[in-house]
């Protein structure tokens, strides 16, 4: 009645504390209430109670029965739950809906008296009563809530009532039987059973409980027979779904002791049970033992119940089909994904970390190794999907494979990256610190005074490089993931190791080479710069001057070749030392070689030409020509007297001296006559030089075909203009000698 004064007259569940402590369910909570509404707060409920975490270490009783016959006082003995119980004067229905409590007695008594973990008890609403009229639509409701959600079903009965086949408990029971075949009608493969357990009240012991059985049993059976059964079900028994236990209570107000007692007794059955020989084969019935066999247990996870039981409670009150493997799907599911939504966040806080200052450091450009990273990985992916497999492989099969796929999924694309671009890290400041350490070895040699195995230094620190990439590749892989393994990077680390080695000794190559080059240009600059000085003496090329020959002439270009070739010939023979020790390939040293040759050509061809510049050369003339007008055979100076062939001796000397020019003007041979072989001596582009080896080389006429330019004009040092210029200028150098010879002659006359 909406006007019942009892606190508990009607569910509004405003009344409950928003903060939901304890307190506010001391009569536990109400799961629907008299709206046929559903209460959200049966999770919160449940967590208070601790009983989320529980898994399937659970068991949910429904007690059913006429009202007001002692149920809820039931309860409140055997499970010390606080039920309202209606007053005796007031005689008015007080469970509205349907309640749940836990059982409170868990743990009060000794181990081997205990009852079973975190029993859930429902209490509900009263049937055919006053109250509700002739509305049988909640009975079958809360009938389909309570077979869809317990394992055990306590039914509360009269012992006058037994027997009375046509009575108010036959209807309810007829309720029952025919919902759980339509419960199981989408699940017709279930090996899903439940218990109905008959408590038969003010038993007074005349009849003796095993008579009161049968009875009871027999017209069940004949009430199974009257209802009718969906195709396929025809042959169906009652046993097929149900196992049957039964106890007697005395009553409550006449033998109070007896009761306490027997309720006592009572208590003890609701431990866990196994089918075993005490069973009574023919009725399905136990006599002993727990009541909780496995098989009655709906396998919903605990935490999950709450949100199963909205589902079917919403399913039931809108008078859908209820299809319990659907539902279970649908909890799987929801459940999963809350699960799986759980465990990221734990995952985020292990992971996002490293993956921020990652991609931070990718944008700056500066490829930083994350310590700790590997350790933090496995145990973030062990964790998180140990856990979701604890929580969610409760569910549904399929479902909870299919998250449990999509969870590794997203962890290991996470992980994923994460290793790749630790690895990109890795390889990228391995490489910059090979290159690092090369030079930083070679610069160290070079102060201990140039003396360092460069093969070494590189074949050292690849070695220690390629250790390092490997020893970050190896503590960040992630067992188990498909993705971790390393090979393919490894090996391009290699090769990159390998390239920036040849880079470096090319580099190195080239300091060699430079080395080398200078080594030739003082070399040349010295030798030839004596070959040129010994010009200005008629007769320094030594001995006495044969028949008017010109020993310093004589032979000079030939001189320079020689000196050319041997000092080339010598540095490339030290080039070809140095390079071999540190590994150079035949190749590189062709190249280098043939670099050399003609870097050392222009070498000797800048030293030419130098000397070769017009006053250097007028002033070499000159002192050829003196050497030769002033001086006699035998080297002394000639003091000129009037009678002295002056004009004679001039001109022998000038037209000696004039010779130097075309000599000088042509680089050639005079064994052959020819100028000197450079084009064979510099020898072919070797095939494996490259465009970086031939950018910084100057062109050599007839060497370079392309350039247009013949080995002849290469070797010719004077052009035609500048000898005839070079000519009139040296002349009139020598005619100021000679005036001025001839007028000290007369001077000495007059003397
Ligand atoms: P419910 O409506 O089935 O939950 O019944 P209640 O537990 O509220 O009890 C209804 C009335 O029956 C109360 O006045 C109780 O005192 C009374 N009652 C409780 N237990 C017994 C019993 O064992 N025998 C009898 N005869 N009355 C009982
Ligand atoms: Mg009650």
């Known amino acids: 009645s909406p006007t019942a004064p009892s606190i508990l007259s009607n569910g509004h569940f405003a009344s409950i504390g928003a903060e939901g402590d304890a307190a506010s369910y001391e009569h536990g909570v109400q799961v629907i209430d008299g709206d046929k509404e559903f209460n959200p707060n049966l999770s919160k409920y449940l967590s208070l109670e601790n009983v989320t975490s529980a898994g399937f270490n659970y068991h949910l009783i429904s007690v059913f029965g006429s009202q007001s016959t002692g149920k809820s006082t039931l309860l409140n ?27 409170k007695k868990q743990g009060e008594a000794a181990a081997a008296e205990r009852m079973a973990d975190n029993i859930l008890v429902m209490d509900v609403e009263g049937t055919d009563g006053r109250e509700r009229g002739e509305d049988q639509d909640f009975e079958r409701k809360s009938a389909l809530f309570a077979l869809a959600t317990s394992e055990v079903l306590i039914v509360n009965i009269w012992e006058h009532q037994v027997g009375l086949y046509q009575g108010a408990n ?135 119940f709450s949100h199963y039981a909205e589902g079917i409670w919403d399913q039931i009150v809108n008078n859908k089909d209820l299809d319990l493997p659907t539902q279970q799907e649908l909890l799987a599911q929801f459940r999963c994904d809350e699960i799986l939504r759980e465990v990221m966040i734990g995952f985020d806080e292990a992971i996002v970390a490293f993956e921020d200052k990652q991609a931070e450091s990718v944008r700056l450009g500066e490829p930083e190794v994350l310590g700790g990273l590997g350790v933090a990985m496995r145990a973030a992916r062990v964790k998180t999907l140990k856990s979701f497999e604890t929580e969610a492989s409760r569910y549904h099969k399929g479902v909870y494979q299919r998250k449990s796929a999509e969870l590794q ?145 004589k032979g000079f270009w030939d001189r320079i070749w020689n000196l050319f070739e041997e000092t080339v010939l010598d540095a490339e023979r030290r080039f070809t030392d140095r390079a071999s020790s540190f590994d150079a390939s035949i190749d590189e040293v062709d190249v280098g070689l043939w670099r050399l040759r003609r870097k050392s050509w222009g070498v000797l061809h800048a030293k030419i030409e130098e000397e070769m510049i017009e006053g250097n050369l007028l002033l070499k003339l000159r002192e050829n020509f003196e050497d030769k007008f002033r001086y006699d055979e035998a080297g002394v ?94 002349k009139k150098t020598a005619d100021g000698v000679y005036v001025e010879a001839k007028r000290s002659a007369i001077g000495g006359m007059t003397q």
Not at 284 to 289: K, L, P
Not at 512 to 527: F, I, N, P, Y
Not at 663 to 686: C, K, M, N, Q, Y
Not at 693 to 717: F, N
Request: hydrophobic share 35%; proline share 4%.
């Open 77 to 103: 003995h055997l499970f010390g739950t606080e039920f309202s119980v209606m007053s005796e004067l007031e005689r008015r229905q007080t469970t509205k809906g349907i309640w749940l409590s836990k059982n």
């Open 170 to 304: 036959m209807g309810l029971l007829k309720t029952v039987f025919e919902v759980n075949l339509q419960l199981f009608l989408k699940d017709k493969h279930t090996t899903h059973r439940s218990l109905l357990f008959f408590v038969i009240r003010d038993f007074i012991g005349n009849t003796p409980l095993k008579n009161l059985q049968k009875t009871l049993l027999e017209d069940l059976s004949r009430l199974w027979d009257t209802i009718s059964k969906p195709a396929g079900l025809e042959k169906s028994t009652i046993h097929d779904y149900f196992d049957f236990q039964f106890y007697g209570l005395p009553h409550k107000n006449y033998q109070p002791d007896q009761f306490v007692t027997e309720a006592k007794k009572l208590g003890l059955r609701f431990r866990e049970g196994h089918r075993d020989l005490k069973r009574d084969a023919l009725k399905g019935e136990f006599s002993e033992g727990g009541v909780f066999l496995p098989e009655y247990h709906r396998r919903i996870p605990a935490d999950g």
């Open 409 to 553: 999924n997203k962890v290991d694309t996470r992980l994923k990256a994460l290793f790749h671009g630790q690895l990109s890290a890795a390889h990228k400041s391995g490489i910059r610190d090979f290159g690092d350490s090369v030079s930083g070895a070679v610069k160290d040699g070079q102060k201990r005074g140039g003396s360092y195995d460069f093969a070494e230094i590189v074949t050292k620190e690849a070695q220690s490089s390629l250790e390092k990439f490997e020893e970050v590749a190896r503590s960040t892989l992630v067992d188990g993931a498909s993705w971790s393994n390393y090979k393919q990077e490894l090996s391009l680390y290699k090769k990159e190791l390998d390239e920036v080695s040849a880079r470096l000794r090319r580099d190195e190559m080239r300091r060699l080479a430079t080395r080398v080059e200078r080594w030739v240009q003082s070399r040349l600059g010295e030798s030839v710069g004596l070959e040129f000085n010994a010009l200005g003496s008629g007769r320094a090329g030594g001995g006495a001057p044969e028949n008017g020959e010109k020993p310093t002439e």
């Open 637 to 730: 100076p000639r003091i000129w007297r009037p009678t002295d062939d002056i004009e004679g001796i001039y001109t022998r000397a000038r037209e000696s001296t004039l010779t130097l020019i075309p000599l000088l003007s042509r680089f050639r041979l005079e064994r052959t006559g020819a100028p000197p072989p450079l084009d064979r001596w510099i020898g072919h582009t070797p095939s494996t030089a490259t465009s970086a080896d031939e950018e910084d080389l100057a062109p050599i006429g007839g060497v370079d075909e392309h350039e247009g330019k013949s080995l002849e004009e290469e070797m010719t040092i004077l052009s035609d203009t500048k000898r005839q210029e070079l000519t009139v200028r040296f």
